[in-house]
Structures are given as C-alpha cells and as structure tokens.
Nanobody, 124 residues
Framework: QVQLVESGGGLVQAGGSLRLSCAAS????????MAWFRQAPGKEREFVAV????????YYADSVKGRFTISRDNAKNMVYLQMNSLKPEDTAVYYC?????????????????WGQGTQVTISS
C-alpha cells in the first residue's frame, strides 16, 4: 500500500505562485508513474500533469502548459507541482496520484493511489 499526502495549497492572488508537494509513504514509488489532478466545485476531476518514474516523460494539460512544472525526487519519495502565473480558473482541490506501472496515463481511472487533496484558491 502507498499513502500520499499533499501539502502547499493556499490562497494567493492571480499572477502568484504556489508549490505543491506530495509525500509518499508505505513503499517506494520510485518505479511508479505519478500525476497531479484537480477538481473544482461542480466539475469532474481533471488531469493536470504526469511524470514517468524516470522523469523522462512529462505531459501537461493544455490549460497549464507553460505555467506549471511537475518534478519528482525518487530518493525522497516526493513529487512536486510548481504553479506560476496562477489564474482564478486554477482554483480547485489538487490531488496527487500514483499508478503501479511505468505507463503514463491522463485518465484518473488508471491510478491506484490518491492523496486527500489540498485546496488551491486564486483570487482575482
């Protein structure tokens, strides 16, 4: 089993930055694909970014491309999401997820483990 705990959310003004962290415990996730998703009130959970176990494959949703950066530190069992130039439409609960394979997916149904989420609120 893998436990994921997100942190770093908060309230910032539009144009600001936040860095989300995801700490994995229970077992190493160094060989797992890791991703970030988000869910705004009344909307479905949507893909934000994914990173392969090696870090060589990285994909972003079009809505965050050029503003967000996903990274990982396998030695620390950590995944990060650096979010810059934040917009009010980025407001959501952000979830870290882990997939027990080396495949890279954007579909949340492919992921085996989820964190509890961290709230990100962007004021205009």
């Amino acid at each position: 089993q893998v436990q994921l705990v997100e942190s770093g959310g908060g309230l910032v003004q539009a144009g600001g930055s936040l860095r989300l962290s995801c700490a994995a415990s229970g077992r190493t996730v160094s060989t797992y694909t890791m991703a970030w998703f988000r869910q705004a009130p009344g909307k479905e959970r949507e893909f934000v970014a994914v990173i392969s176990w090696s870090g060589r494959s990285i994909y972003y949703a079009d809505s965050v491309k050029g503003r967000f950066t996903i990274s990982r530190d396998n030695a620390k069992n950590m995944v990060y999401l650096q979010m810059n130039s934040l917009k009010p439409e980025d407001t959501a609960v952000y979830y870290c997820a882990s997939e027990r394979t080396t495949e890279v997916h954007r579909n949340p149904a492919a992921y085996d483990y989820w964190g509890q989420g961290t709230q990100v609120t962007i004021s205009s």
